[in-house]
């Protein structure tokens, strides 16, 4: 059982900045991959961004240069820098832990981001 914390979504103008934090506890790793996900209406769930322990990171192409996704192995905490957002990039925002041992997806509940002048 994995449990989730998630904040910093929001409505925001086009050109803002928001920060998504996700504070992952329970039956967790700090080796465990981290990451966002966004699903807009009607669309399928996409990722946006992960970063394993050692720091490697993926971005959605989307994203690249606007987005930067960083953690805290500590806290098992990661988070999402979003600079520059643009209209398509609302959605709701979900946390994922991936267990790449077990093959086991672990979903936050997810937080909104709305961005709209």
């Known amino acids: 059982q994995v449990q989730f914390v998630e904040s910093g979504g929001g409505l925001v103008q086009p050109g803002g900045s928001l920060r998504l934090s996700c504070a992952a506890s329970g039956s967790i790793s700090r080796l465990y991959v981290m990451g966002w996900y966004r699903q807009a209406p009607g669309k399928q769930r996409e990722l946006v961004a992960r970063?394993?322990?050692?720091?490697?990171?993926i971005y959605a192409n989307s994203v690249k240069g606007r987005f930067t996704i960083s953690r805290d192995n500590a806290k098992n905490t990661v988070y999402l820098q979003m600079n520059g957002l643009k209209p398509e990039d609302t959605a709701v925002y979900l946390c994922?832990?991936?267990?790449?041992?077990?093959?086991?997806?672990?979903w936050g509940q997810g937080t909104q981001v709305t961005v709209s002048s």
């Open positions: 994922n832990v991936f267990n790449q041992f077990a093959k086991e997806d672990y």
């Open positions: 970063i394993t322990a050692a720091g490697n990171t």
